[in-house]
């Protein structure tokens, strides 16, 4: 089954917050005929969206396909937070591929996070960008292993925005009476995620790229030029971007063995008002160690955005409204009976190690995908190494391609089985607190 088509109608967004409060740009016209480009993207996501931008910046005659619409995917729906580093910690990735290939990686997601605030600061200011990020643990171990990580991280790396909350300070500031502790990051924070990415259509069409929606990719003929076709029309490129990251499981073989839809959810308490005190002490972003994680913050109107309850399978489940509303009041009692507005899901990119897939597919076609949970500051930089690798200057890109990303077990056809089967076995875990 299509990941493109499950669970969504075609080239529209689906009923989120986010659309509810985002000017939503007229829809584009789709590929029609046959066109030529330097380079040809697949994908208008922030992936696809920044390699546009940048590679127009820098002269490049620039086409983006996208089968929906310009942030339609995980870009427009996801939970807006803007994370320091990558889905596993540097002290496990010192451990894994060295000190100096981990201080470059280390490097690289705060560029990202810079080049996000700036393009909000400067261009974007209407996803408006809000520091603060805690990450809340249950117990002294979890504890005991962001302390360690935020030494690292001041110690060795000079970066001073992390410190530990204790108990009392994080109930302060997240009032749950479940938090033992939390690590603060005013250096990562939080987004309106699809009016980031309209800004970020914007500045691509800006610089010259031409973006074409309701224009799904088929099929790709390698060469050089390369071929790349959609129902009703076909861009012959020098270079092709491939940017359709968990949507876009079956059009490349090597991506596709490494990168896996895992659908997350999330819904949108109505507008709490006062009640919203009750909640934070503090207009921060909060994820938290669960191996099944829950994420959330505060909206501009109030509300409570909640997410969580990943799944591995295509198809979101029918109630995905009563699912987060048990795991809201879970966490917060004090909110018995809130009415849930809004609730949707959408398909993050994931791959065996949690890590960005980039990599070279072809000499002249290359990819990234896979940010799990950090993409909203690393796809953007993804995009803009893919650009500065096709300019000539690959040494970024080479330092993301090294992290050499595994093949799923199991093929495309038994992975989701056997990654559902581990799901539950982790979740029972979290439920029984092991
Ligand atoms: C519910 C949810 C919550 C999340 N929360 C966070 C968070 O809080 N913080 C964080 O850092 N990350 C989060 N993420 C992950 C983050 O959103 C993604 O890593 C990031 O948006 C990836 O961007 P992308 O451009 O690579 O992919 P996407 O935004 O998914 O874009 C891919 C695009 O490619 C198009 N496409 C696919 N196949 C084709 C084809 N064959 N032809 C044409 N077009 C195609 C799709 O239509 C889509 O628009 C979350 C994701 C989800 C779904």
Redesign the pocket.
């Known amino acids: 089954m299509n990941p493109?088509y499950r669970n969504d109608r075609p080239g529209e967004f689906p009923r989120s917050w986010y659309a509810a409060t985002a000017e939503i740009p007229n829809e584009r016209p789709p590929l029609q005929g046959d066109s030529t480009a330097d380079v040809c993207i697949?994908?208008?996501?922030?992936?696809?969206?920044s390699a546009a931008r940048h590679l127009a910046e820098k002269g490049f005659d620039v086409v983006v396909?996208?089968?929906?619409?310009?942030?339609?995917?995980?870009?427009?729906?996801?939970?807006?937070?803007?994370?320091s580093g990558y889905n596993s910690d540097q002290s496990t990735l010192i451990k894994k591929i060295g000190h100096d290939h981990a201080k470059a990686l280390w490097d690289l997601s705060e560029e990202a996070k810079t080049d996000l605030r700036t393009l909000c600061a400067d261009h974007i200011p209407e996803a408006r960008y809000t520091p603060g990020l805690i990450h809340g643990t249950y117990t002294p171990q979890d504890a005991a292993h962001d302390r360690t990580e935020v030494d690292l991280l001041t110690q060795d790396y000079g970066y001073a925005q992390a410190r530990m909350c204790d108990r009392d300070e994080m109930r302060s500031l997240v009032k749950s009476q479940q938090y033992e502790g939390g690590l603060l990051d005013m250096g990562a924070g939080?987004i309106h995620?699809l009016r980031y990415?309209f800004g970020l259509a914007r500045l691509a069409e800006a610089a010259g790229a031409r973006i074409y929606e309701r224009?799904?990719?088929?099929r790709i003929d390698r060469g050089d030029p390369a071929t790349v076709a959609?129902d009703k029309g076909h861009v012959k490129a020098r270079h092709v971007i491939l940017?359709?990251?968990?949507?876009?499981p079956n059009?490349e073989r090597k991506v596709a063995a490494r990168v896996m839809p895992l659908?997350?959810?999330?819904c949108a308490t109505e507008p709490l008002g006062d009640r919203a005190d009750q909640v934070f002490g503090q207009d921060v972003?909060v994820?938290d160690s669960k191996w099944v994680v829950n994420?959330f913050r505060l909206s501009e109107d109030r509300r409570l955005l909640f997410?969580g309850r990943p799944s591995y399978s295509i198809g979101f489940p029918n109630d995905i409204t009563t699912l987060l509303h048990k795991r809201i009041i879970d966490l917060f009692p004090q909110l018995k009976g809130v009415k849930i507005d809004y609730a949707?899901?959408?398909?993050?990119?994931v791959t065996m190690t949690r890590l960005p897939a980039v990599m070279r597919v072809a000499p002249n076609i290359v990819s990234?995908?896979g940010?799990?949970?950090?993409?909203?500051?690393?796809?953007g930089l993804?995009?803009k190494v893919m650009a500065e690798a096709i300019a000539g200057q690959a040494a970024k890109f080479d330092t993301l391609a090294d992290l050499k990303i595994p093949s799923f077990p199991g093929g495309s056809v038994m992975r989701s089985p056997i990654l559902r089967l581990a799901m539950t076995w982790y979740s029972l875990r979290d439920r029984l607190g092991v």
């Open positions: 493109l697949v994908g208008a996501g922030y992936t696809g969206l396909l996208d089968a929906h619409r310009a942030g339609f995917g995980a870009s427009g729906r996801n939970g807006g937070q803007v994370c939080h995620p990415a224009s799904e990719v088929l959609t940017a359709g990251n968990g949507y876009l059009l659908n997350s959810f999330i972003a994820n994420y997410g949707w899901g959408g398909s993050v990119g990234a995908g940010f799990a949970g950090h993409g909203v500051a690393l796809s993804a995009g």
